[in-house]
Protein backbone atom coordinates (compact mmCIF):
# COMPACT_ATOMS: atom_id res chain seq x y z
CA UNK A 1 0.00 0.00 0.00
CA UNK A 2 2.66 2.13 0.55
CA UNK A 3 3.05 2.66 -3.76
CA UNK A 4 -0.79 3.69 -3.46
CA UNK A 5 -1.03 7.65 -3.89
CA UNK A 6 -4.90 7.73 -2.97
CA UNK A 7 -7.24 5.49 -1.63
CA UNK A 8 -10.90 5.96 -1.71
CA UNK A 9 -13.65 3.61 0.02
CA UNK A 10 -17.51 4.01 -1.79
CA UNK A 11 -19.99 2.76 1.01
CA UNK A 12 -23.48 2.64 1.17
CA UNK A 13 -25.99 2.33 4.08
CA UNK A 14 -27.84 -0.19 2.16
CA UNK A 15 -27.48 -2.43 -1.17
CA UNK A 16 -28.89 -1.91 -4.58
CA UNK A 17 -28.35 1.83 -4.40
CA UNK A 18 -25.95 2.00 -7.61
CA UNK A 19 -22.87 1.70 -5.53
CA UNK A 20 -20.63 -0.31 -7.30
CA UNK A 21 -21.69 1.26 -10.61
CA UNK A 22 -20.57 4.42 -9.05
CA UNK A 23 -17.22 2.53 -8.05
CA UNK A 24 -16.79 1.61 -11.72
CA UNK A 25 -17.39 4.56 -13.71
CA UNK A 26 -15.34 6.68 -10.94
CA UNK A 27 -12.51 3.93 -11.85
CA UNK A 28 -13.20 4.45 -15.71
CA UNK A 29 -13.02 8.21 -15.56
CA UNK A 30 -10.10 8.40 -13.70
CA UNK A 31 -8.13 6.18 -15.72
CA UNK A 32 -9.49 8.26 -18.91
CA UNK A 33 -7.50 11.02 -17.82
CA UNK A 34 -4.66 8.88 -17.01
CA UNK A 35 -3.86 8.11 -13.88
CA UNK A 36 -2.82 4.80 -12.60
CA UNK A 37 -5.73 3.05 -10.94
CA UNK A 38 -6.69 -0.01 -9.06
CA UNK A 39 -10.08 -0.67 -7.90
CA UNK A 40 -10.52 -3.44 -5.41
CA UNK A 41 -14.19 -5.45 -4.71
CA UNK A 42 -14.77 -6.34 -1.36
CA UNK A 43 -18.13 -7.50 -1.41
CA UNK A 44 -17.02 -11.02 -0.36
CA UNK A 45 -20.66 -12.20 -0.99
CA UNK A 46 -21.88 -10.50 -3.92
CA UNK A 47 -19.16 -9.50 -5.74
CA UNK A 48 -20.74 -7.33 -9.16
CA UNK A 49 -17.51 -5.52 -10.20
CA UNK A 50 -15.65 -8.45 -12.42
CA UNK A 51 -19.43 -7.91 -14.30
CA UNK A 52 -19.52 -4.02 -14.37
CA UNK A 53 -15.72 -3.86 -15.86
CA UNK A 54 -16.30 -6.38 -18.71
CA UNK A 55 -14.28 -9.04 -16.66
CA UNK A 56 -16.20 -11.87 -16.29
CA UNK A 57 -14.55 -15.09 -16.23
CA UNK A 58 -10.98 -13.57 -16.11
CA UNK A 59 -8.80 -15.38 -13.22
CA UNK A 60 -6.27 -13.99 -10.84
CA UNK A 61 -2.45 -15.05 -11.74
CA UNK A 62 0.46 -15.16 -9.35
CA UNK A 63 3.73 -14.02 -9.80
CA UNK A 64 7.27 -13.81 -7.79
CA UNK A 65 5.73 -10.23 -6.93
CA UNK A 66 2.30 -11.53 -5.35
CA UNK A 67 -1.21 -11.91 -7.04
CA UNK A 68 -1.61 -9.86 -10.04
CA UNK A 69 -4.29 -7.95 -10.48
CA UNK A 70 -6.96 -8.25 -13.85
CA UNK A 71 -6.84 -5.51 -16.23
CA UNK A 72 -9.20 -3.55 -18.11
CA UNK A 73 -6.46 -1.37 -19.52
CA UNK A 74 -2.91 -1.13 -19.11
CA UNK A 75 -3.75 1.88 -16.03
CA UNK A 76 -7.10 0.03 -14.83
CA UNK A 77 -6.30 -3.02 -12.81
CA UNK A 78 -9.09 -4.74 -10.48
CA UNK A 79 -9.46 -7.10 -8.09
CA UNK A 80 -12.36 -9.00 -6.85
CA UNK A 81 -13.16 -12.75 -4.81
CA UNK A 82 -15.08 -12.98 -8.48
CA UNK A 83 -12.11 -14.15 -10.28
CA UNK A 84 -11.65 -16.36 -7.73
CA UNK A 85 -14.78 -18.62 -7.50
CA UNK A 86 -14.94 -21.65 -9.86
CA UNK A 87 -18.60 -21.20 -10.60
CA UNK A 88 -20.18 -17.82 -10.88
CA UNK A 89 -22.88 -19.13 -9.22
CA UNK A 90 -21.35 -20.45 -5.71
CA UNK A 91 -22.37 -18.87 -2.93
CA UNK A 92 -19.86 -17.78 -0.93
CA UNK A 93 -20.48 -18.75 2.75
CA UNK A 94 -17.33 -17.24 4.95
CA UNK A 95 -17.83 -15.98 8.42
CA UNK A 96 -16.25 -13.00 9.51
CA UNK A 97 -12.97 -13.62 10.22
CA UNK A 98 -12.55 -15.50 6.74
CA UNK A 99 -13.71 -12.85 5.04
CA UNK A 100 -11.45 -10.25 7.05
CA UNK A 101 -8.10 -12.78 6.31
CA UNK A 102 -8.99 -12.46 2.29
CA UNK A 103 -9.36 -8.44 2.51
CA UNK A 104 -5.80 -8.30 3.92
CA UNK A 105 -4.63 -10.73 1.27
CA UNK A 106 -6.13 -8.67 -1.23
CA UNK A 107 -4.22 -5.32 0.36
CA UNK A 108 -0.78 -7.28 1.61
CA UNK A 109 -0.68 -9.94 -1.43
CA UNK A 110 -1.89 -7.84 -4.25
CA UNK A 111 1.24 -6.41 -6.28
CA UNK A 112 -0.57 -3.05 -7.69
CA UNK A 113 2.79 -1.34 -8.15
CA UNK A 114 2.70 2.47 -8.12
CA UNK A 115 -1.05 3.24 -8.16
CA UNK A 116 -2.52 7.24 -8.16
CA UNK A 117 -6.02 5.92 -7.05
CA UNK A 118 -6.95 3.05 -5.53
CA UNK A 119 -10.85 2.68 -5.57
CA UNK A 120 -12.23 0.26 -2.65
CA UNK A 121 -16.06 -0.90 -3.39
CA UNK A 122 -17.16 -2.21 0.20
CA UNK A 123 -20.22 -4.26 0.16
CA UNK A 124 -23.16 -2.36 1.88
CA UNK A 125 -23.64 -1.60 5.76
CA UNK A 126 -21.09 -1.06 8.46
CA UNK A 127 -19.84 -5.21 9.76
CA UNK A 128 -16.70 -6.82 9.61
CA UNK A 129 -15.44 -5.86 6.10
CA UNK A 130 -15.75 -2.22 6.90
CA UNK A 131 -14.19 -2.37 10.23
CA UNK A 132 -11.60 -4.42 8.69
CA UNK A 133 -10.72 -2.45 5.72
CA UNK A 134 -10.62 0.95 7.36
CA UNK A 135 -8.01 -0.86 10.46
CA UNK A 136 -5.59 -2.32 7.90
CA UNK A 137 -5.66 1.09 5.45
CA UNK A 138 -5.07 3.52 8.14
CA UNK A 139 -1.63 2.95 9.16
CA UNK A 140 -0.77 4.31 5.65
CA UNK A 141 -3.34 6.51 5.06
CA UNK A 142 -7.08 6.74 3.78
CA UNK A 143 -8.58 9.74 1.90
CA UNK A 144 -11.76 9.29 2.90
CA UNK A 145 -15.32 7.73 1.67
CA UNK A 146 -17.67 8.81 -0.81
CA UNK A 147 -21.48 7.39 0.26
CA UNK A 148 -23.73 6.51 -2.37
CA UNK A 149 -27.75 6.94 -1.34
CA UNK A 150 -31.03 7.20 -3.46
CA UNK A 151 -33.38 10.01 -2.36
CA UNK A 152 -36.06 7.98 -0.35
CA UNK A 153 -36.05 8.16 3.55
CA UNK A 154 -36.10 4.34 4.08
CA UNK A 155 -32.48 4.81 1.95
CA UNK A 156 -31.61 7.78 3.52
CA UNK A 157 -32.43 6.29 7.45
CA UNK A 158 -28.94 3.73 6.75
CA UNK A 159 -26.81 6.72 5.10
CA UNK A 160 -26.80 8.68 8.38
CA UNK A 161 -25.17 5.80 10.16
CA UNK A 162 -22.60 4.97 7.74
CA UNK A 163 -22.12 8.49 7.77
CA UNK A 164 -21.58 7.91 12.29
CA UNK A 165 -19.82 5.08 11.44
CA UNK A 166 -16.92 6.80 9.55
CA UNK A 167 -16.60 9.81 12.24
CA UNK A 168 -16.54 7.33 14.99
CA UNK A 169 -13.87 5.21 12.77
CA UNK A 170 -11.58 8.72 11.82
CA UNK A 171 -12.82 8.14 8.33
CA UNK A 172 -13.39 11.51 6.03
CA UNK A 173 -16.59 11.68 4.37
CA UNK A 174 -15.61 13.07 0.82
CA UNK A 175 -19.45 13.41 0.18
CA UNK A 176 -22.90 11.84 -0.61
CA UNK A 177 -23.95 11.17 -4.70
CA UNK A 178 -27.41 10.75 -4.73
CA UNK A 179 -28.15 8.29 -7.29
CA UNK A 180 -31.40 7.13 -9.16
CA UNK A 181 -32.60 10.69 -8.52
CA UNK A 182 -35.61 10.35 -11.07
CA UNK A 183 -35.87 8.54 -14.24
CA UNK A 184 -34.36 10.48 -17.23
CA UNK A 185 -34.28 9.74 -20.76
CA UNK A 186 -34.87 11.02 -24.26
CA UNK A 187 -38.89 11.01 -25.05
CA UNK A 188 -37.86 8.37 -28.00
CA UNK A 189 -36.26 5.99 -25.79
CA UNK A 190 -39.93 5.62 -23.88
CA UNK A 191 -42.24 2.92 -25.02
CA UNK A 192 -45.75 4.30 -25.70
CA UNK A 193 -49.01 2.40 -24.34
CA UNK A 194 -52.61 2.26 -24.02
CA UNK A 195 -54.42 0.47 -21.60
CA UNK A 196 -57.35 -1.42 -22.85
CA UNK A 197 -60.23 -2.01 -20.56
CA UNK A 198 -59.59 -4.97 -18.82
CA UNK A 199 -55.93 -3.37 -18.15
CA UNK A 200 -54.09 -4.85 -20.21
CA UNK A 201 -51.26 -2.56 -22.74
CA UNK A 202 -51.36 -1.99 -26.37
CA UNK A 203 -48.04 -0.96 -28.02
CA UNK A 204 -48.69 2.46 -29.45
CA UNK A 205 -44.67 3.73 -29.59
CA UNK A 206 -44.35 3.68 -33.28
CA UNK A 207 -47.84 5.77 -33.47
CA UNK A 208 -46.40 8.35 -31.29
CA UNK A 209 -43.25 9.02 -32.73
CA UNK A 210 -44.54 9.21 -36.05
CA UNK A 211 -47.14 11.47 -34.75
CA UNK A 212 -44.45 13.93 -33.31
CA UNK A 213 -42.08 13.25 -36.07
CA UNK A 214 -44.85 14.74 -38.70
CA UNK A 215 -45.75 17.42 -36.37
CA UNK A 216 -43.83 18.31 -33.49
CA UNK A 217 -40.13 16.97 -34.74
CA UNK A 218 -38.29 19.75 -32.22
CA UNK A 219 -40.00 17.22 -29.08
CA UNK A 220 -37.84 14.46 -30.48
CA UNK A 221 -34.63 16.11 -28.70
CA UNK A 222 -36.28 16.21 -25.20
CA UNK A 223 -35.57 14.53 -22.38
CA UNK A 224 -38.28 13.62 -20.14
CA UNK A 225 -37.69 13.20 -16.17
CA UNK A 226 -40.04 11.85 -13.29
CA UNK A 227 -39.59 10.71 -9.87
CA UNK A 228 -39.27 7.18 -9.33
CA UNK A 229 -38.49 7.89 -5.24
CA UNK A 230 -40.15 10.18 -2.93
CA UNK A 231 -38.00 12.86 -2.15
CA UNK A 232 -40.09 15.22 -0.27
CA UNK A 233 -38.31 14.73 2.80
CA UNK A 234 -35.41 16.86 1.36
CA UNK A 235 -33.18 14.17 -0.30
CA UNK A 236 -29.40 13.68 0.16
CA UNK A 237 -28.67 16.76 -0.32
CA UNK A 238 -30.78 18.28 3.34
CA UNK A 239 -29.11 14.99 4.75
CA UNK A 240 -25.79 16.29 4.13
CA UNK A 241 -26.99 19.71 6.01
CA UNK A 242 -27.92 18.33 8.74
CA UNK A 243 -25.18 16.09 9.19
CA UNK A 244 -22.42 18.60 8.15
CA UNK A 245 -20.65 16.74 4.91
CA UNK A 246 -20.68 17.89 1.81
CA UNK A 247 -23.43 17.11 -1.53
CA UNK A 248 -21.34 15.88 -4.86
CA UNK A 249 -24.40 15.70 -6.54
CA UNK A 250 -27.62 13.79 -8.35
CA UNK A 251 -26.84 11.20 -10.63
CA UNK A 252 -30.26 10.46 -12.60
CA UNK A 253 -31.79 6.77 -13.06
CA UNK A 254 -30.29 6.83 -16.82
CA UNK A 255 -31.71 3.33 -18.52
CA UNK A 256 -28.43 3.84 -20.91
CA UNK A 257 -26.13 3.62 -17.98
CA UNK A 258 -28.06 0.78 -16.71
CA UNK A 259 -27.07 -0.96 -19.51
CA UNK A 260 -23.32 0.25 -19.87
CA UNK A 261 -23.01 -1.26 -16.45
CA UNK A 262 -24.33 -4.88 -17.91
CA UNK A 263 -22.17 -4.79 -20.56
CA UNK A 264 -19.28 -4.11 -18.48
CA UNK A 265 -17.75 -1.06 -20.47
CA UNK A 266 -16.82 2.91 -19.64
CA UNK A 267 -20.36 5.41 -20.02
CA UNK A 268 -18.04 8.25 -20.82
CA UNK A 269 -16.69 6.26 -24.08
CA UNK A 270 -19.12 7.10 -26.31
CA UNK A 271 -22.59 9.47 -26.15
CA UNK A 272 -24.79 7.12 -25.17
CA UNK A 273 -25.02 7.91 -21.86
CA UNK A 274 -26.52 11.79 -22.68
CA UNK A 275 -28.36 12.31 -19.55
CA UNK A 276 -25.96 10.69 -17.01
CA UNK A 277 -22.07 10.72 -17.73
CA UNK A 278 -22.19 14.63 -17.88
CA UNK A 279 -23.48 14.54 -14.14
CA UNK A 280 -20.93 11.62 -12.91
CA UNK A 281 -17.81 13.67 -14.97
CA UNK A 282 -19.24 16.63 -12.99
CA UNK A 283 -19.05 14.81 -9.41
CA UNK A 284 -15.41 13.36 -10.43
CA UNK A 285 -14.77 16.63 -11.26
CA UNK A 286 -15.75 18.26 -8.44
CA UNK A 287 -14.19 15.38 -6.05
CA UNK A 288 -10.73 16.15 -8.15
CA UNK A 289 -10.93 20.08 -7.27
CA UNK A 290 -12.02 19.76 -3.50
CA UNK A 291 -9.36 17.56 -2.45
CA UNK A 292 -6.82 19.10 -4.96
CA UNK A 293 -5.52 15.72 -5.85
CA UNK A 294 -5.07 16.35 -9.72
CA UNK A 295 -2.53 19.23 -8.76
CA UNK A 296 -0.45 17.35 -6.02
CA UNK A 297 0.03 14.54 -8.12
CA UNK A 298 1.20 16.50 -11.57
CA UNK A 299 4.22 18.09 -9.21
CA UNK A 300 4.81 14.73 -8.29
CA UNK A 301 5.55 13.65 -12.16
CA UNK A 302 7.11 16.85 -12.69
Known sequence: MATVKHKILVLSGKGGVGKSTFSAQ?????????????LMDIDICGPSIPK???????????????????????NLGVMSIGFMLPNPDEAVIWRGPRKNGLIKQFLKDVYWGELDFLVVDAPPGTSDEHISIVQYLQATGIDGAIIVTTPQQVSLIDVRKEVSFCKKVGVEVLGVVENMSGLCQRLTDFRFAKLTENGEQSDITERVLGYMRENAPEMLDVI????????????????????????LGKVPLDPQLCKAAEEGRSCFADQKCGVSAPVLKSIIEKLLVMNQWREELQQVTE
Not at 228 to 244: I, L
Open 224 to 247: ACSEVFDSSGGGATQMCQEMGVPF
Open 52 to 74: MLGLEGQEIHQSNLGWSPVYVES
Open 26 to 38: LSYALAAMDFQVG
